[in-house]
């Protein structure tokens, strides 16, 4: 079974600041997806950005990349230019890619606490 | 953009009570919709998988009786908690992938919190 680690259960930046969340994660597949999703306060899940292990190249989404290391399990997060608004929950999620077509579901690890200070 | 409507966002009800949670696709059709749930300060744990036409695919230590699935059409699932008790008391989010594929993301609803006096 997949599994999902989250080694930091709050991380704290300053604002402006850059932060790097830590996730692992462990599969025996090849092909799969990893994300990270935001939940704010008022609990509604954010995807912030995806993976897909096939491409060697790291996503960015605007102030947000991801490291990916496909071969240590690693898919950490770094937000550059940290803003108020970036205080949430975050969540690594891993999903399988089946090649019958269909969705697999999300694994989630146990999320990392970010606080954003002025 | 794709949304998904989880209906009521907020349930207060007696112990013994049936509670039905509605999980909408807008603007999309969805074969497939994923429950979970989610303890405070905790993570998603899934509890099913939803499939249009077809049974739900519970999760290991979930109840089928006690957590009833509908995925009746394809813009609608519904999640029944039955005869429910104060220790379903939590969050529960569903989620939709829009179309077939695995490439799909996943979209969340705004999630129901139940709470069972």
């Known amino acids: 079974a997949q599994t999902v680690t989250q080694s930091q259960p709050e991380m704290s930046v300053q604002e402006a600041e850059t932060v790097t969340l830590s996730c692992t994660y462990d599969?025996?597949?090849?092909?799969?997806?990893l994300f990270w999703y935001k939940q704010p306060p008022s609990r509604q899940m954010i995807l912030v950005i995806r993976?897909?292990?096939?491409?060697?190249q790291n996503a960015t989404e605007n102030r947000f990349s991801v490291n990916f290391q496909k071969a240590a399990k690693s898919f950490s997060l770094k937000i550059s230019d940290s803003q108020l608004g970036d205080a949430a929950m975050y969540f690594c999620?891993?999903?399988?890619?089946?090649?019958?077509?269909?969705?697999?579901?999300?694994?989630f690890g146990t999320g990392t606490r970010l606080q954003v200070t002025l | 953009g794709a949304v998904v409507s989880q209906h009521p966002s907020r349930v207060i009800c007696k112990s013994g009570t049936s509670v039905k949670i509605e999980c909408r696709s807008l603007?999309?059709?969805?074969?497939?919709m994923f429950w979970y749930r989610q303890f405070p300060k905790q993570s998603l744990m899934l509890m099913a998988t939803?499939?249009?036409?077809?049974?739900?695919?519970?999760e290991q230590g979930v109840e089928k009786d006690k957590f009833l699935i509908n995925h009746a059409s394809l813009t609608l699932s519904t999640l029944t908690v039955t005869s429910a008790h104060p220790e379903d008391s939590s969050f529960y989010i569903c989620?939709?992938?829009?179309?077939?594929?695995?490439?799909?993301?996943?979209?969340f609803g705004d999630g129901t919190r139940l709470s069972i006096l």
């Open positions: 989620s939709a992938i829009r179309g077939q594929g695995a490439n799909q993301p996943q979209h």
């Open positions: 599969t025996s597949e090849s092909d799969y997806y």
């Open positions: 993976q897909e292990a096939y491409k060697q």
């Open positions: 999620a891993y999903r399988a890619y089946l090649n019958t077509g269909t969705a697999s579901k999300l694994t």
């Open positions: 603007d999309f059709q969805a074969t497939t």
């Open positions: 939803s499939n249009e036409g077809s049974k739900a695919t519970y």
